[in-house]
T-cell receptor, first 109, second 113 residues
Framework: QKEVEQNSGPLSVPEGAIASLNCTYSDRGSQSFFWYRQYSGKSPELIMFIYSNGDKEDGRFTAQLNKASQYVSLLIRDSQPSDSATYLCAPSNDYKLSFGAGTTVTVRA | KAGVTQTPRYLIKTRGQQVTLSCSPISGHRSVSWYQQTPGQGLQFLFEYFSETQRNKGNFPGRFSGRQFSNSRSEMNVSTLELGDSALYLC????????????FGQGTRLTVV
């Protein structure tokens, strides 16, 4: 079992729709959970992080965390073409981030 | 506020050589961690330093080493380069008390020929 699993992509959504990204993790000691966006050829850019169970909203992005289910998700509302990128889920524990393989999102106009 | 700065941005080295990469964290950040990104393996953790002490290390051979200076700047070194070391090397900085954001630099693209 991989440490971090993300829904396989690519995920194609129409402009203005909601993109839903899922992530499960195996390390129950994980304390914080990060979502990064990475454009092709660029470094990861932090979108959000969450450490308490429940929802956290920041603009068009909402992260949801359920530690009992070892599950974290990211919703992107009103998707824009500029949201087309690979999204990386990264739980943290013991001073390290463990990354999933990423989900590639394509927003079609 | 300046972001995380990595130098150089690009490097081409020959097998068997060694290389040193540098990372300057965001001002006030004391934790620096290093990651290797390849198409096949994705992003993998190399090591993390806080106040000049290595607090965690990933599963990489001893050819990969790092250090942190008193001003929080960090370097990583790879000795006896192999073709498989070709990758994007990313540095992330954070305050790294529990539950703080980690920000990445632009990375150093290393090509081993």
């Amino acid at each position: 079992q991989k440490e971090v699993e993300q829904n396989s992509g690519p995920l194609s959504v129409p402009e203005g729709a909601i993109a839903s990204l899922n992530c499960t993790y195996s390390d129950r000691g994980s304390q914080s959970f990060f979502w990064y966006r990475q454009y092709s050829g660029k470094s990861p850019e932090l979108i959000m992080f969450i450490y308490s169970n429940g929802d956290k909203e920041d603009g068009r992005f909402t992260a949801q965390l359920n530690k009992a289910s070892q599950y974290v998700s990211l919703l992107i509302r009103d998707s824009q073409p500029s949201d087309s990128a690979t999204y990386l889920c990264a739980p943290s524990n013991d001073y390290k981030l463990s990354f999933g393989a990423g989900t590639t999102v394509t927003v079609r106009a | 506020k300046a972001g995380v700065t990595q130098t150089p941005r690009y490097l081409i080295k020959t097998r068997g050589q060694q290389v040193t990469l540098s990372c300057s964290p965001i001002s006030g950040h004391r934790s620096v961690s290093w990651y290797q990104q390849t198409p096949g393996q994705g992003l993998q953790f190399l090591f993390e330093y806080f106040s000049e002490t290595q607090r965690n290390k990933g599963n990489f051979p001893g050819r990969f080493s790092g250090r942190q200076f008193s001003n929080s700047r960090s370097e990583m070194n790879v000795s006896t380069l192999e073709l498989g070391d070709s990758a994007l090397y990313l540095c992330a900085s954070s305050l790294w008390d529990t539950n703080t954001e980690a920000f990445f630099g632009q990375g150093t693209r290393l090509t081993v020929v």
